[in-house]
């Protein structure tokens, strides 16, 4: 079992930063890759990033030159810095681990509005 735990959403205006943590209960290093998913209202659940475990990371066209996922192996933590924030970036915020099968976080909402 591997469970994680989404934190950083948040309120921010368009323009602006936000960065969403992800706290693995496991070693990330038994964990294959790694990824960041959102859903908007009305909408079905989308890849952002995904980042496997030797580190090579992998972005949605959308968010290329936006965003940039990360990890701290020595934490057990992934991250995923958001710049220059859109109002269609507002959704919820899903941390994913693929480790045999595939784990998701509660979610975080990000809500870009001015």
């Known amino acids: 079992q591997v469970q994680l735990v989404e934190s950083g959403g948040g309120l921010v205006q368009p323009g602006g930063s936000l960065r969403l943590s992800c706290a693995a209960s496991v070693s990330i290093f038994s964990i294959s890759t790694m990824g960041w998913y959102r859903q908007a209202p009305g909408n079905q659940r989308e890849l952002v990033a995904t980042?496997?475990?030797?580190?090579?990371?992998n972005y949605a066209d959308f968010v290329k030159g936006r965003f940039t996922i990360s990890r701290d192996a020595a934490k057990n933590m992934m991250y995923l810095q958001m710049d220059s924030l859109k109002l269609e970036d507002t959704a919820v915020y899903y941390c994913?681990?693929?480790?045999?099968?595939?784990?998701w976080g509660q979610g975080t909402q990000v809500t870009v509005s001015s």
């Open positions: 994913n681990a693929l480790r045999r099968t595939t784990y």
């Open positions: 980042i496997t475990s030797g580190g090579t990371p």
